[in-house]
């Protein structure tokens, strides 16, 4: 692992590889626990969380169940509940495994917000849109739509006294693969520091159904390329992205490339500036 390597897993708190299917049950309970004292401690009763079919939300989702399950059952309260909310852009390409990621997860409550008309209304009332070329005014509007998913879902946590949970973890982090202020706007991240194969090995362990846990990642941002795959937008895969995080060797030109992002893209994880 060399100095940069070092330094960058240190900063996005990676964890080191699962020994084995115990330490794998530890760390779901860990961060379970974490999930639970975060309720805690803003002294909240609901978890939200929108469910997008993917190995990432799957995860969370069935985390925060599990969190808010064995509060009940340990006698803390009755009244702790996680809600689960559906956000498609008209139709969503992949509503069959976002529907079964809710039918896996069993949330206690699940409810739907069709972003397409809020996004449309925002479009025509911003003008300078229509002056962008085709890809980047397509570009605008998944950055939008990014956003409109974080203000449905504050808007239900906010009426049920809750917190809304993001799904960012290293992988994602390290490449700045988040829309500021939309999925990277979160109360708590549960799976920070884990790379992308360590959050599919969780979901497994949790009864995830394989269609999921091995799903190609896709933010499903823009209409142009429905269902884009992150790593097309990455440039480099989530193995050599994980490669990097846990100090293995990779080709120098990846390494570099992965370097020249994480720099790029520290605006996003930094908070707002402000004067000395």
């Known amino acids: 692992m060399n100095n940069r390597q070092r330094e960058i897993a240190t900063a996005l708190k990676v964890r ?4 084995g299917p115990e330490e794998v049950q530890a760390e779901i309970q860990r961060r379970v626990a974490f999930i639970q004292q975060c309720l805690r401690d803003a002294k909240m009763k609901t978890l939200v969380l929108g469910i997008s079919g993917g190995v ?3 995860t ?4 925060c169940q599990r969190a808010v399950q064995e509060m009940r059952a340990a006698g803390e309260g009755e ?4 809600i689960a909310v559906r956000l498609p852009y008209a139709v969503q390409h992949d509503e069959d495994e976002a529907q079964l990621a809710v039918d896996t997860i069993q949330p206690d409550e699940c409810h739907t917000v069709n972003l397409h008309g809020m996004v449309q209304e925002l479009a ?5 849109l229509e ?3 085709p890809s980047v005014r397509d570009f605008v509007l998944g950055n939008t739509k990014a956003r409109m998913r974080m203000v449905a879902q504050y808007t239900i946590a906010n009426a049920r006294q809750g917190l809304v949970v993001g799904t960012d973890h290293a992988a994602e982090a390290v490449m700045g693969f988040f829309t500021k202020f939309g999925d990277g706007a979160c109360d708590l991240t549960p799976l920070t520091g884990l790379v992308k194969n ?3 090995t969780l979901a497994a362990a949790l009864g995830a159904p394989e269609q999921l846990v091995h799903k190609v990642p896709t933010a499903d941002l823009e209409e142009l390329h ?8 990455h440039g480099v895969s989530y193995k050599d992205i994980d490669a990097f995080l846990l100090g293995q060797e990779i080709p120098e030109s990846i390494a570099a490339a992965i370097i020249a992002t994480y720099d790029k893209t520290a605006h996003k994880r930094a908070l707002p500036k402000e004067p000395s």
């Not at 969370?60 to 985390?63: S, V």
């Open 60 to 63: 969370t989702g069935l985390l």
């Open 56 to 58: 990432d939300s799957t």
């Open 79 to 82: 009244d702790y509940r996680f």
């Open 226 to 233: 429905p269902g884009k795959p992150d790593e097309m937008a």
């Open 124 to 128: 025509a009332a911003t003008g300078e």
């Open 131 to 133: 002056k962008l070329s």
């Open 16 to 19: 080191p590889p699962f020994s």
């Open 198 to 200: 360590q959050v599919r």
